[in-house]
């Protein structure tokens, strides 16, 4: 079945510390990840996306990392800063390809 | 660009009432989908739609009705609401999930809660 999930539900850093949020997802076929930041009260903010004939894929501050041996994917966020704090989904795309499957997200806390 | 818009922020509703929660869209994307969100829990797709007309069911449909009479719209409709379904809803749009990029643009949520 398709299914996405996060390793921990909560991540505690220092400011300027560089954070890593983990990501396992089950369909082996699956082709396409996002990952999505949702801050207090407010939708979900797409942040990077990769494909998976892509291993590696950066953004300003933010890395995404994808093996597809092990079906996980990560995101790195460089000098965490306070304003990084929220939950982040990773979510992948459904078999049909018309939607994204989210995971139950990783909240993470940063404090200066 | 107002982006994805969500009519109304918040409602109370007893059991049994029906409502009506409306996503506006001004992209001019062709998929729009509705989600839940509860607490711990990642966004469940409810329904969604690939084109003005159409409507498909995702994850968690029953219980709701969709429709999406012009483009840039796509409403949600609890016929008969119940204290399962006090949650947050979030609409979203997007151009196409077969392009390389399918990013989703959401809306600010709706909060809604079943007494």
């Known amino acids: 079945g398709e299914s996405v999930g996060l390793h921990l539900p909560t991540l505690s850093v220092q400011e300027g510390d560089n954070s890593i949020i983990n990501c396992a997802y089950s369909n082996s076929a699956s082709d396409y990840f996002i990952w999505y930041k949702q801050e207090s009260g407010k939708g979900p903010q797409f942040i990077i996306d990769?494909?998976?004939?892509?291993d590696k894929r950066q953004g300003q501050r933010v890395t995404v990392l994808l093996n597809k041996t092990v079906k996980h994917l990560s995101l790195q966020i460089a000098a965490t800063q306070p304003g990084d704090s929220a939950v982040y989904f990773c979510?992948?795309?459904?078999?049909?390809?018309?939607?994204?499957?989210f995971g139950k997200g990783t909240t993470l806390s940063v404090s200066s | 660009n107002a982006g994805v818009t969500q009519t109304p922020k918040f409602r109370v509703l007893k059991t049994g009432q029906s409502m009506t929660l409306l996503c506006a869209q001004d992209m001019n994307h062709e998929y729009m989908y509705w989600y839940r969100q509860d607490p711990g829990m990642g966004l469940r797709l409810i329904h969604y739609?690939?084109?003005?007309?159409?409507?498909a069911k995702g994850e968690v449909p029953d219980g709701y009705n969709v429709s999406r009479l012009k483009k840039q719209n796509f409403l949600l409709g609890l016929e008969s609401a119940a204290p399962s379904q006090t949650s947050v809803y979030f609409c979203a749009s997007s151009r196409n999930p077969n392009r390389d990029r399918d990013e989703q643009y959401f809306g600010p949520g709706t909060r809604l809660t079943v007494t």
């Open positions: 979510a992948e795309k459904n078999q049909a390809g018309t939607a994204l499957i």
């Open positions: 739609s690939v084109g003005e007309g159409t409507t």
């Open positions: 990769i494909r998976s004939n892509m």
